[in-house]
Nanobody, 122 residues
Framework: QVQLQESGPGLVKPSQTLSCAASGQLFSTYPMGWFRQAPGKEREFVAGVSGSGGTTAYADSVKGRFTISRDNAKNTMYLQMNSLKPEDTAVYYC?????????????????WGQGTQVTVSS
């Protein structure tokens, strides 16, 4: 069983970092991802990282601006967000899945955090 807890600044500056702290064993074996959901829109994939941190994947909309990483010694995953835009405003969720594959599909992720609001003003 894995429990995930996101933390973030809420109203953000042009660059901010989200954190996702995990409890439970075997954290380093779980591929993890960040998803977001804006009002009136479906939840969408933002970025993913393998258990070791060696493989990452990004949505085209954030590629080059966001960086996903993890520190397995601290059971924590991060999302560094740079050059933020108003369209990045959403509730951001961290998620974990079993297996080894990093996937942008939400269904395989079985552990989810409660979400943290990110608001980027224009």
């Amino acid at each position: 069983q894995v429990q995930l807890q996101e933390s973030g600044p809420g109203l953000v500056k042009p660059s901010q970092t989200l954190s996702c702290a995990a409890s439970g064993q075997l954290f380093s074996t779980y591929p993890m991802g960040w998803f977001r959901q804006a009002p009136g829109k479906e939840r969408e994939f933002v970025a993913g990282v393998s258990g070791s941190g060696g493989t990452t994947a990004y949505a085209d909309s954030v590629k080059g601006r966001f960086t996903i990483s993890r520190d397995n010694a601290k059971n924590t995953m991060y999302l560094q967000m740079n050059s933020l835009k108003p369209e990045d405003t959403a509730v951001y969720y961290c998620a974990a899945k079993r297996g080894t594959v990093v996937t942008p599909i939400a269904a395989p992720y079985i552990y989810w955090g409660q979400g943290t609001q990110v608001t980027v003003s224009s």
